[in-house]
């Protein structure tokens, strides 16, 4: 079937299929049509062009709502159980992200929560979640284990991120974190859980075909570059592609240890140097950052302008889980982007759509207004144009998400 968007004030986002990513100087531009529309055919972009639109089996009327790009949010733990509001209050108290962690909270709360809770359970909760962030205009996501840290939880957290990908119009990705945190059992001999990682955990997830990537937490206070990269390599004989948390707490070396092992992207990055900036620019590996999590846990913001100023490409993702960002709305992100890490409009969106694509392993379908790519849209309310968006941080602008093709 045939479908026509019509009476686009602006389309955004256009690229060439040949343009997988934005970076440096080109992240500031954002190539668009005015008065135009655009042709879907099944679930795929066919065309599109400005004036007046050719005949389809159906019509949209954008109300001269501006189109672009679906969201592609390329690190989230939308996954998890319960919440966390009270660990909200010992931050407010004075409690940093490290000592809760010491305390037994943080992610070993969540753990101890996910462990109880059963898989249909999980996922009715998860359900909820990802049918949210559709609402804010995200059409690929990926996400985490990492709040099971037993063989049969982390299995159970990556079954119910397949469910989602099934059950919804999700582009879902998904990724093993099982070394997310340490458990309070082998705190005295981090080593011994590193091997209950490669010998038990990753072979289990990986005889059933339930990730795509594999990350690690490698940062101070969690595992250190070599047990990373062991890890890593783990997970690559099972063909899960590497990710890395990396350089949230500290100069911790994940950087380095990412690219070595050629990972997709590097995620965080609130504490980044000229050295690991040196490092970034001669890989393929997409830097994430996440400023939700900043935000929430009153972080320093990672040094975006400096990163493209330096001509590295960036991404932006939510990081949507219970204890550091609980939130999945990408509008939100996007404003935070321009707000506190200085990034102009057209940056904010290309981190947010065909970086983030990269970031999933998704930009030749995904993350861009291109012929042949899918049909993942967001049409706005009638606004002045595409630099409203990330100002408005505060106000409903999305008036309907298309995804695959279809209204949702």
């Known amino acids: 079937m045939r479908k026509i968007i019509k009476n686009i004030s602006v389309l955004a986002g256009i690229l060439d299929d040949s343009t997988y990513w934005q970076a440096g ?48 949010d390329s690190h989230t733990h939308l996954v998890y159980a319960g919440s966390r ?29 996910l462990q109880k809770t059963s898989e249909d359970k999980l996922y009715e909760q998860s359900l909820e979640r990802a049918h949210e962030i559709i609402s804010y205009g995200t059409g690929a996501v990926e996400i985490k284990s990492g709040y099971g840290l037993t063989t049969r939880d982390e299995v159970k957290m990556l079954r119910v991120a397949r469910r989602i990908g099934e059950d919804t119009p999700l582009t879902v990705k998904t990724t093993f974190l099982g070394a997310h945190s340490i458990p309070m059992e082998f705190r005295d001999d981090p080593d011994s ?70 990972a997709l992207s590097v995620d965080h990055l609130e504490c980044i140097e000229r050295e690991e900036i040196e490092v970034l620019l001669k890989s393929e590996t997409m830097p994430t950052l996440l400023p939700g999590a900043s935000l929430f846990l009153g972080m320093d913001y990672a040094p975006a302008r400096k990163m493209m100023d330096a001509g590295l490409p960036l991404a932006l993702a939510s990081d949507y889980n219970p204890g550091s960002s609980p939130s999945g709305n990408m509008n939100l992100i996007v404003s935070l982007g321009m707000m506190q890490m200085k990034m102009l409009p057209a940056e904010v969106l290309n981190a947010a759509t065909i970086n983030g694509a990269y970031a999933m392993g998704i930009e030749k379908t995904h993350g861009s207004i291109t012929k042949g790519k899918v049909a993942n849209l967001i049409i706005t309310k009638r606004i002045p144009g595409i630099n409203y968006i990330p100002y408005a941080y505060g106000s409903k602008l999305i008036d309907r998400v298309i995804l695959n093709g279809k209204l949702i």
């Open 85 to 113: 509001e009270d660990e909200f209050m010992y931050k407010v108290m004075g409690l940093n992200y490290e000592e809760i962690a010491k305390r037994g909270g943080g992610i070993l709360n969540s753990a101890r929560l």
């Open 193 to 262: 859980y590193v091997d209950l990682v490669i010998n038990e955990m990753i072979p289990a997830v990986g005889e059933e075909g339930l990730a795509d990537f594999i990350d690690v937490f490698c940062d101070r206070g969690f595992f250190t570059p070599k047990q990373t990269g062991r890890i890593l390599r783990a997970g690559a004989k099972y063909g899960m592609i590497p990710k890395i948390h990396a350089n949230e707490l500290a100069n911790s070396g994940g950087v380095q240890e990412g690219v070595k092992n050629h």
């Open 25 to 72: 100087k080109q992240m500031a531009r954002i190539d668009t049509l005015e008065r135009a529309w655009l042709l879907l055919e099944d679930d795929l972009i066919k065309d599109f062009g400005e004036g007046t639109a050719p005949s389809a089996d159906e019509e949209i009327d954008a109300r001269r709502g501006i189109v672009y790009p679906a969201y592609c």
